[in-house]
């Protein structure tokens, strides 16, 4: 039967014209992997480690830590989520106005009847369940306010210090406001910061320069705090005070030690209940080896190695200054406070109170460490995008896609070919009948 007329038949596009959604690198799912397991495990260990809370008389509900836990990881994914998509761009579009907000946070939170104290610190802000900890917001803003700043003048670290006394400035008052509150984010970061200047080309001398000058303002700050102290010197000798400052190091140890090779268990540990202070938070290590035992430690390890692994792959394939170091200076952030709280567990390193980033229990720890994961999962999936400035400067993404590949016609090629050989024959007659025109007339 003929088709009715009129009616033409509907084109079907073809399947290369289809819009097909590219699958994710390698580095984004090495960094959403660890990332999320580290998180399971963090939620499994607080439980863990907070459920004699209830027997010490410190909670009446055994899974208080927990619930609060879960509920700030579900509101850190989100966040994550959101900053996935577009969290290059807006973090170029609001570092000001974010880094003036974790400055005058970071102030109040020192007014007396304003900020509220915890273990000898005044660092959070809020009442009853619903605290921040503004030095967390600091410590990330003061990594991204560098990656800008060294992306738009590449030349500051390659003169010596006194380019980068714009950006050290800044990060010194951050520094400043921070360590009155919290002595252990203040050396992350410092430490976060040197490393965003390795990877902006700075010298080795200058970055020796300064960390000596940092060291003598770090000793200052640890003298004029009797607490502080206490800290330093259980480090270098926690025998000498087994009751009182060295009594947390000592049993963290024995909690590591008996652990062994697969320690005694999930939910077995003796040292959480009676004798280790804190341990949902920056001693959740120790509980990690005593019931998990070394093969806990090393799967511990292990992600914490995937995470900076696929970060710094990640920094390494941005083809673009800004996003290369905010890669490059928010995994270091990341691995330098699990370095800093791993090393205080094993007595290498003075007690700082840094929590375990993804594991111990901290609701503005987890939230910004979440959206530091956010804009690295945004910079894996644009490795090529170009950042434009609109809209009286406004920032967009671009992304750099390859040309694709037109298809032409056989028929075309074809006749192109015809046509291309029928030129040639053409020049080769005229050629010829030339050359006998002029033997004719020699």
């Known amino acids: 039967m003929s088709r009715a007329k009129g009616k033409k038949p509907a084109k079907r596009r073809p399947a290369s014209k289809r819009k097909r959604r590219s699958a994710p690198s390698v ?46 990881v579900v509101i850190g994914l989100v966040g994550m989520r959101i900053l996935a998509a577009k969290g ?40 009853g369940s619903v605290q921040f900890q503004p030095s967390e917001l600091m410590k990330v803003m003061l990594i ?42 203040a ?57 009182g400052a060295g009594f947390q190091l000592i049993q963290a140890k024995l909690a590591l030690g008996s652990g062994g090779l697969f320690g005694v268990g999930l939910g077995e540990s003796l040292q959480k209940a009676f004798y280790l202070p804190e341990a949902h938070t920056d001693m959740i290590g120790a509980v990690i080896g005593e019931e998990l035992g070394i093969v806990g430690i090393a799967g511990l390890l292990g992600l914490y190695g995937m995470f900076g692994y696929a970060g710094l792959r990640i920094a390494k394939s941005a083809r673009n200054r800004y996003t290369k170091l905010l890669a490059a200076g928010l995994t ?25 980033p993804f594991v111990s229990y901290g609701n503005s720890s987890m939230l910004v460490m979440l959206g530091a994961v956010g804009l690295l999962l945004n910079i894996a999936a644009n490795p090529g995008a170009k950042l434009r400035v609109v809209d009286g400067g406004r920032t967009e993404i671009n992304e750099r896609r390859k040309p694709r590949n ?33 033997r004719a007339a020699g």
């Open 27 to 72: 580095e984004y799912s090495m960094l959403l992997t660890s990332t999320l397991c580290l998180l399971a495990l963090g939620v499994v260990m607080v439980f863990s480690a907070s459920s004699t809370t209830q027997l010490l008389g410190e909670s009446g509900d055994s899974a208080f830590y927990l619930k609060r836990t879960l509920i700030c």
């Open 187 to 243: 050396i992350v970061m410092c430490l976060a910061v040197g490393a965003l200047l390795t990877a902006a080309g700075a010298r080795i001398r200058d970055l020796a320069l300064m960390a000596a000058c940092l060291g003598a303002v770090a000793m200052f700050a640890v003298m004029v705090e009797p607490y502080r102290m206490e800290r330093i010197t259980s480090f270098l000798n926690p025998s000498a005070d087994p009751g």
């Open 332 to 356: 270091s952030l990341v691995l330098t406070q699990a370095l800093v709280n791993l090393l205080a567990l094993l007595g290498m390193a003075p007690l700082t109170g840094v929590p375990l």
């Open 406 to 438: 037109k298809r032409v016609p056989a028929a075309a090629i074809s006749g192109a070919g015809t046509s291309r050989s029928r030129s040639r024959r053409n020049s080769r007659t005229r050629g010829a009948r030339a050359g006998g025109r002029r």
């Open 88 to 127: 290059v761009a807006i973090a170029q579009n609001t570092t000001p106005l974010v880094l003036a907000i974790a400055f005058a946070l970071s102030i109040v939170v020192l007014i007396p009847g304003i900020g509220r104290s915890a273990n000898g610190s005044q660092a959070w802000l809020g009442a």
């Open 144 to 185: 991204v306010f560098g990656a800008s700043i060294l992306a738009r003048r590449p030349q500051m670290t390659s003169g010596g210090i006194g380019p980068m006394l714009p950006f050290l400035g800044v990060v010194l008052c951050g520094v400043g406001v921070v360590v009155i509150q919290d002595f252990g984010t």
